[in-house]
């Protein structure tokens, strides 16, 4: 099996887990991933991510042309940014999660960071997590927001919208997913119950050790 083959079917089998487990819905959210010659697999626009053909999958080459398969999801400028300002990144999840995306509503969120330190894989997987302005769906707009961000955040939350987050393969950028969606419930069960935080100290030793791949 070709490199590129094995990525399609890995594509499509973690979007058949992630939708099966409601953590997006309908045709919402969109995977990227890059290929060794340069290239993104992208997955279609109005394609349910629980029934994805990986066949089917939008192919670029390494100067940015729809090459092969559906035409691509309309963010795209989403996924290119990260691309263009990480180095390091090797795929982009985009979901329309529940818990990510209702925390972005509340008005008392820190938009530079908008996850309290609750777990220790919080800070490792994740770093601050910048909520981005409302944009709307497929607004070029939502691009050059993380440009400007210089490659400085792996995750963000787009408000009323959803989390993206980048991550050096496409299982580690699922992992991080999980990660933001679940401290995201967290967050939101804790609000206003006054929870004991992991200190500065606790999280300057996190970062120090793991040298988490964020910033």
Not at 85 to 92: C, F, L, N
């Amino acid at each position: 099996m070709s490199a590129e083959t094995a990525l399609r079917e890995q594509i499509c089998t973690i979007a058949r887990s992630i939708f099966d487990r409601g953590l997006t819905g309908g045709a919402s959210g969109n995977i990227s991933a890059r290929l060794p010659d340069g290239g993104l697999l992208v997955t279609p626009t109005g394609a349910s991510m629980g029934t994805l053909d990986p066949a089917r999958l939008s192919r670029f080459d390494a100067e940015g042309r729809h090459i092969d398969g559906d035409r691509p999801t309309k963010e795209m400028p989403l996924h290119t940014a990260f691309y263009d300002t990480r180095a390091s990144t090797g795929a982009v999840v985009h979901l329309h999660s529940t818990h990510s995306t209702a925390l972005s509503m509340l008005r008392d969120v820190d938009p530079e960071n908008m996850l309290p330190p609750l777990t220790a894989y919080s800070i490792m997987r994740l770093g601050k997590v910048v909520r981005l302005p409302y944009f709307r769906p497929g607004d070029p707009a939502m691009g050059e927001a993380v440009r400007g961000l210089a490659g400085r955040r792996s995750a963000m939350v787009l408000a009323h919208h959803g989390p993206v987050v980048a991550g050096k393969d496409l299982e580690a950028a699922l992992y991080a997913m999980e990660e933001l969606e679940e401290t995201s419930k967290l967050a939101l069960l804790l609000r206003d119950r006054d929870p004991v935080l992991l200190s500065d100290a606790e999280v300057m030793e996190l970062v120090r050790i793991h040298k988490p791949d964020w910033d």
